[in-house]
């Protein structure tokens, strides 16, 4: 079992001693708990959907461009590279990174800025609480209880992979301070106390550097590949550049495909390699004894040092008004976000439109609201157009 026995560090998550499912079930004799979340989050409708989901580009766009499975899949490799190397559990850390973006809505970013302001005046929309509903309650596949039961130890890595969502007086910290704690993480917080207040183990800070890891080299990979800049525009950025003069240095006239190749697996291997080096380098510091340790440090203890730090955000700040936002990409964007606004006006007036599934929407605004945002984020980006074009006389051809 990934991470385990001699191989394991004292302070990497034991599938032997998790805090448990909500709904108590027998062990496997086969595989680890944390084993079990991985596979429960494989065969889980919402992971299929993440094949027909967007990342940047509308998923027809090009064959060769990210879709939110892609992007998944990129992000576990590199989590279980990073936990093997810090010998924690590599199935913990999959499971984490597996289950990140399952919460996402259809057409990326845009989707998900359309559905927080359909929900406005309820609370708003937000992925990680989204991908918590989602493995808790919204697939219905199993017999004994609705979601995907999952350990506590999972759960926690979906809600702070980035950290702690409350100080120790219970005040919403970070992004939530403003609007504070989701609903549908702080309900089910209250059923299985997620300690909202620590950090999340080791190998849920992994599979959110790992995440971080993946977006720059694969948006930058596809920012190329749409033509939206050239690779010799990324000549003067830290590790890029670094990476891209190596490489003609050592494969000169390589053709621009192999040339982009290596330069992004360059940047891969660079920031992994770092991340192993300054996470060993903190772990050794605070030397955490146990997992609760980890959760109980006070500040991450996996990360970039300083330097690569300075590079992530470098690359992000030349990605943004390139990419992200650049006109071509912009302007697929705001047709996106107006189908999801469509959607979800259409429902709210006539929930008939509905599938009769769905059709039982709670009388009380907040929840009826609620529940068809849970139905349109389920969405794939093609299949929130043919609804559009089921429903509306003209739906945008997002090109």
């Known amino acids: 079992m990934g991470g385990s026995g001699s191989h394991r560090a004292p302070y990497a998550a034991d599938p032997a001693t998790t805090r448990g499912r909500l709904a108590a079930e027998a062990g496997s004799p086969t595989r680890s708990d944390f084993r079990r979340d991985c596979d429960r989050i494989i065969h889980a409708t919402a992971f299929r959907r993440l094949a027909h989901k967007t990342q940047v580009f509308i998923y027809h766009e090009g064959d060769h461009f990210r879709t939110r499975l892609t992007h998944t899949l990129e992000v576990t490799q590199i989590a279980r590279a990073l936990a093997r190397a810090l010998k924690l559990d590599e199935d913990l850390a999959e499971a984490s990174a597996l289950g990140h973006d399952l919460g996402h809505p259809p057409f990326g970013h845009a989707g998900e800025r359309a559905l927080d302001r359909c929900l406005k005046d309820y609370g708003g929309f937000d992925h990680n609480a989204q991908a918590l509903a989602v493995v808790t309650r919204l697939e219905r596949r199993y017999a004994a209880f609705d979601g995907l039961n999952l350990t506590w130890e999972t759960l926690e890595g979906l809600v702070k992979h980035n950290g702690p969502l409350i100080d120790g007086a219970g005040n919403p910290v970070g992004r939530y301070r403003a609007r ?61 550049g670094e990476a891209l003069r190596e490489v003609d240095a050592c494969h000169p006239r390589l053709d621009p495909g192999r040339r982009t190749h290596e330069v992004m697996r360059s940047v891969i291997t660079g920031m992994i390699e770092d991340v192993i080096a300054e996470s060993g380098r903190r772990l050794a510091e605070c030397a955490p004894r146990s997992a609760h340790d980890v959760r109980q440090a006070g500040r991450p203890v996996i990360g970039f040092s300083p330097a690569m730090a300075a590079a992530d955000r470098a690359i992000k700040d030349f990605l943004f008004p390139r990419m992200y936002r650049h006109a071509r990409v912009l302007a697929i964007m705001t047709d996106a976000e107006g189908v999801v606004h469509d959607l979800f006006d259409r429902y709210l007036a006539r929930p008939q439109d509905l599938p009769p599934e769905w059709q039982h929407a709670d009388k009380e605004p907040a929840m009826r609201a609620r529940q068809i945002a849970d139905f349109i984020a389920g969405m794939t980006d093609r299949f929130a157009l043919i609804e559009h074009a089921r429903l509306f006389a003209r739906t945008p051809d997002l090109r």
Do not use: C, M, N
């Open 180 to 240: 504070g704690i989701p609903a549908a993480i702080a309900d089910y917080s209250r059923k299985h106390d997620l300690a909202l207040w620590s950090y999340a183990s080791a190998e849920a800070q992994i599979a959110a550097i790992a995440d971080d890891i993946a977006y720059d080299a694969h948006d930058t990979d596809d920012g190329l590949r749409a033509e939206l800049f050239r690779l010799d525009e990324l000549a003067e950025l830290p590790l890029v």
